[in-house]
C-alpha cells in the first residue's frame, strides 16, 4: 500500500510499486512529513566483506567529522558566508565528492544509508547461515526471501515464466468489469492499478480508517514529462522501453501498442492535478459513496474494482471513501471508458513486467535500470545485485529485519539522549509561540495547545509486525516478493472497521530518515538517523543543536506548516485559525516561497516555492528552533569557543554540514519536478538569510549576494 510520507529527506527515481503512483504519495491523505529525500530503494554503498560491513563502515563515518563534529577542512574559505554559505561551510569538500557509478547524488544521508544496509545485510547473511527448506519463522522467510533472489542462475533460468499466470489473466480480461476487477487485485500483486488506493485514518476523524482514492495511470515520474516539451527525449524513451518490455513478455505488435500506451497516458496526464495543488489537505478531502463515486466517475466499473482489492461496497461506505483529485479521477475513469481493450490489455501487460522487472531474469533488470535509473535519473551503472535484493528483503520485511537491527545497533543512551534533546526543542518552540508577534492571542493559544500535544516517539516503535501469514517459499523469487505485496494490503484491509492504533510507524528503525504524522500530531525518529553527522553523543553540543536539533525542529514546525497547520491538536483537519491570521500566514509563505521560485538548480531549472513550501517552512523553522534551544542550553552563560567558531556559528555550521551532497544533473532536473524538499544548496542558503541571528553569527553585511534587508526577511514560526 502506499503511505503518505512527508519527511525529511527523497523520493526514488521513479515509481517501483504495483499500484498507479507507487513512490508519490496519495495526494490528500494526511501527509507525514519526510525530512530528506527518500532514496533508500536505489542508494547504493561500497561493498564490504559482510562480517566487517558494520565496523569499517561506521569507523569511516566517525572520521569524517573532526574530532568535534564538523569537519573544517570541507569548507571553502575563499568563499564568504554571506556570498554563498553553502559553499563556505561544503564547498571543497562537495567539489571532492565522487558519486559513486551506481548512485545519482552523494552525501551524509547516502553515507548513512550504506551503513544501514551493510548492516542489514550483515543481518541476512547471519541469517542465511541457518537456511529452511520450510521456513515458518520470521527469521527463516527473512532467510529464504534474501537467499533466493540472490540465486541470479536459477531466477535467470526461469526468463518471462514466472510471468506467465498473470499475463493470462490479462490476455482473459473481456469485459470492463473484468478489466476493472483486474486493476483492482492490482493492489495485493504484480498487476497495476488504474488509481491508487490506501487505507488511512480519516482526516477529519483520526480515530477511525478510511480508504482514499488517488489519481494514477501513468508510468513516468510526473505529469510535465508528458506535456512539456523539455521532457520530449524521455517520453520518447519510455515509449521504446515499453515496446521492449512488451517484446519481453512476448506480446504481439509491441511497437504500435507501445506508441498507443504512451498517447493513452498523455490523455490521463491532461486531466491530473499539478503536485503542487494536491497539497492542500482541505481540497483532497472529499467523502464520497460508492454510489456517488459512479455518478461522479462513470467510465470504470467502481463496484468490480474494490471487490478485486478485497472490499466490498458495503465496507467502502461504512469506511468512507475520500476522493483525492474529483476533476483527475472524473476525467480518467472516462478516458479508461473510451479506450479499446488492446490497449488496455497491453498497458496492464507493460506496467506488469515493469513493476516485477526486480524480481525477473536480467533481461528485465536491464531494461528497468536502462530506463528507470540510467535514463530518467543518469545513473550510469546498475547495483550490485548484494545491495538490490538486501533493498528488496528490508521492502518486503523490514519490520522482522528492524527489531534484530535495533537489538544489535541502537544503543539504549542515544534514546535517552535523544528524547532530552526533542523536549528543548519543544521548550524552545513553545517560546517562539508565545511571542509570536503577527499572530492572534486566540490562534496563538490554538497553536501553543497544539504544540502542548505533540508527541515524540525516537528510536523504535511500541510494538513489532508479525509475518506468521506470510508464505516465503526457497526459489519462488517472483512469488515470494508478490506474497509479500498481498501480505502489505491485506495487513491493511484488516485496518478497517477497527481503531487507529497511534502505536504503528511509518518508517522502520533502519531508515535514515524523519518524518511528522499530522493526524497523530507526532513526530518520528527512527533510530538510523541518529548518527553522525545527524547526532553524535560526543560531538559539540553546538553542532547536535544544529544538526539533529534542526531536524527535530523542522518535524515540529510541520505542524505548523501550510498543511500541517490545518490539523488541530488532534490530529483533525480543522480550521483553527482566525481568518486574519490565515491570511498573514499565507502572505508570509507567499514571500517565502518567491525566494524558492527564484532559485536555480541548474540553468533555467527553478525551484517550485508552492511544491516545496511545507518543506521550505520546516527548514526556515528547523534552523531557527536549533538556534534558540541550543541558547537555552547555555543556561546564561557565554558559549565556549571551538576552533575559532562562536556557539552560534557551530549551530549554522552544523545544520550546513547535514547538506554535504552532490547530484547528478538529470536527477537533479527529475527532483525540481517531483520532490517536495528543495535543492541541497537552498536548504542552507534560503532559511538561513531569513534568520536574524545568521547575520548577527556571520557578519553579513549589505551588497553581500545573501543579504536581505530587515523588512524582507520572513518570519513565520
Not at 495526494?27 to 566487517?52: D, E, H, K, W
Not at 550483515?122 to 526471501?145: N, Q, R, V
Not at 481493450?341 to 536502462?370: G, I, K, M, R
Not at 547528478?664 to 537552498?682: G, I, K, M, T, Y
Request: glycine residues 8%; charged residues 25%; neutral net charge.
Amino acid at each position: 500500500m502506499v503511505r503518505s510520507i512527508a519527511a525529511f529527506g527523497a523520493a526514488s527515481p521513479r515509481p517501483a510499486s504495483r499500484d498507479a503512483s507507487s513512490c508519490a504519495t496519495l495526494a490528500g491523505v494526511p501527509r507525514r512529513r519526510v525530512f530528506a529525500t527518500l532514496l533508500a530503494t536505489c542508494a547504493f554503498g561500497s561493498l564490504l566483506a559482510a562480517g566487517q560491513a558494520g565496523a569499517a563502515t561506521q569507523t569511516k563515518q566517525q572520521t569524517a567529522f573532526g574530532t568535534w563534529g564538523f569537519d573544517l577542512a570541507g569548507r571553502d574559505t575563499a568563499v564568504k558566508p554571506g556570498d554563498n554559505f553553502f559553499e563556505y561551510a561544503n564547498g571543497t569538500e562537495v567539489r571532492a565528492i565522487v558519486i559513486p557509478p551506481d548512485r545519482t547524488s552523494f552525501g551524509p544521508f547516502d553515507r548513512l544509508r550504506e551503513l544501514s544496509r551493510e548492516r542489514v545485510r550483515a543481518i541476512l547473511t547471519d541469517l542465511a547461515k541457518k537456511p529452511s527448506a520450510d521456513p515458518k519463522t520470521s527469521d527463516e522467510k527473512l532467510a529464504t526471501y534474501y537467499t533466493t533472489l540472490m540465486d541470479a542462475a536459477a531466477i535467470e533460468k526461469l526468463g518471462a515464466a514466472p510471468l506467465a499466470e498473470d499475463l493470462a489473466a490479462i490476455r482473459a480480461v473481456a469485459t470492463p468489469a473484468a478489466f476493472a476487477h483486474l486493476t483492482g487485485a492490482g493492489q495485493s500483486s504484480f498487476q497495476y492499478s488504474a488509481f491508487a488506493m490506501g487505507i488511512q485514518p480519516d482526516a477529519k476523524d483520526p480515530t477511525r480508517f478510511a480508504i482514499y482514492v488517488d489519481q494514477g495511470g501513468t508510468g513516468l515520474p510526473d505529469r510535465d514529462y508528458y506535456l512539456k516539451p523539455e521532457f520530449a527525449a524521455k517520453k520518447q524513451a519510455y515509449q521504446a522501453y515499453i515496446e521492449k518490455m512488451l517484446g519481453l513478455v512476448g506480446w504481439p505488435d509491441a511497437k504500435a501498442r507501445a506508441a498507443d500506451i504512451v498517447a493513452f497516458e498523455t490523455s490521463i496526464a491532461q486531466v491530473q492535478w499539478a503536485r503542487a495543488d494536491m497539497r492542500d489537505p482541505d481540497k483532497t478531502y472529499n467523502p464520497r459513496s460508492v454510489a456517488e463515486l459512479k455518478a461522479q466517475a462513470p467510465g470504470f466499473d467502481w463496484d468490480a474494482w474494490l471487490a478485486g482489492a478485497g472490499i466490498t461496497t458495503a465496507q467502502a461506505d461504512a469506511a468512507k471513501l475520500i476522493v483525492e483529485e474529483p476533476s483527475a479521477i472524473t476525467g480518467e475513469a472516462k478516458i479508461l471508458g473510451q479506450t479499446p481493450l488492446p490497449t488496455l490489455q497491453a498497458w496492464l501487460a507493460f506496467h506488469l513486467a515493469d513493476n516485477a522487472a526486480s524480481d525477473l531474469s536480467d533481461a528485465f533488470v536491464q531494461a528497468s535500470y536502462e530506463f528507470n535509473n540510467k535514463t530518467l535519473a543518469g545513473q550510469p551503472q546498475l547495483a550490485e545485485r548484494w545491495k538490490r535484493v538486501t533493498d528488496a528483503t528490508d521492502h518486503a520485511m523490514g519490520w522482522a529485519l528492524g527489531k534484530i537491527y535495533v537489538d544489535r545497533y541502537f544503543p539504549p543512551e542515544s534514546r535517552a539522549k535523544m528524547q532530552a534533546l526533542t523536549q528543548k526543542l519543544k521548550a524552545a518552540f513553545r517560546v517562539r509561540l508565545e511571542h509570536n508577534a503577527w499572530m492572534s492571542a486566540q490562534t496563538r493559544e490554538a497553536a501553543i495547545r497544539k504544540l502542548d500535544n505533540f508527541e515524540i516517539q525516537i528510536g523504535y516503535p511500541k510494538k513489532w509486525r508479525d509475518y506468521a501469514s506470510l508464505t516465503v517459499r526457497p526459489g519462488d523469487a517472483y512469488g515470494n516478493a508478490a506474497r509479500a505485496i498481498g501480505f502489505e494490503w491485506n495487513y491493511w484491509l484488516g485496518h478497517l472497521g477497527k481503531p487507529v492504533d497511534r502505536d504503528e510507524w511509518d518508517m522502520t528503525p533502519q531508515t535514515v530518515n524523519a518524518y511528522n504524522n499530522p493526524v497523530f500530531n507526532e513526530v518520528v525518529f527512527p533510530a538510523s538517523i541518529l548518527q553522525a553527522p545527524f547526532f553524535d553523543p560526543k560531538a559539540d553540543p553546538a553542532i547536535n543543536y544544529g544538526a539533529i536539533g534542526g531536524v527535530i525542529g523542522h518535524e515540529m514546525t510541520h505542524g505548523f506548516d501550510d498543511e500541517g497547520r490545518k490539523f488541530d491538536e488532534h490530529g483533525r483537519l480543522k480550521d483553527w485559525w482566525t481568518k486574519e491570521d490565515a491570511a498573514r500566514f499565507d502572505a508570509l509563505g507567499a514571500k517565502y516561497g518567491a525566494q524558492y521560485d527564484a532559485f536555480e538548480v541548474l540553468p533555467g531549472v527553478h525551484l517550485n516555492g508552492k511544491l516545496t513550501m511545507g518543506e521550505n517552512i520546516a527548514d526556515l523553522g528547523g534552523i531557527t528552533l536549533a538556534v534558540d534551544a541550543y541558547r537555552a542550553s547555555l543556561g546564561g552563560k557565554a558559549a565556549p569557543v571551538v576552533a575559532g567558531l562562536t556557539g552560534d556559528q557551530r549551530v549554522f555550521l552544523g545544520w550546513a554540514q547535514v547538506w554535504r551532497q552532490k547530484v547528478r544533473d538529470d536527477r537533479a532536473r527529475q527532483l525540481a519536478v517531483v520532490d517536495p524538499h528543495s535543492a541541497p544548496a537552498a536548504r542552507v542558503n534560503l532559511p538561513m538569510h531569513n534568520v536574524d541571528a545568521w547575520y548577527d553569527a556571520w557578519n553579513v553585511q549589505p551588497g553581500e549576494k545573501l543579504y536581505l534587508a530587515p523588512d524582507a526577511r520572513v518570519k513565520i514560526w
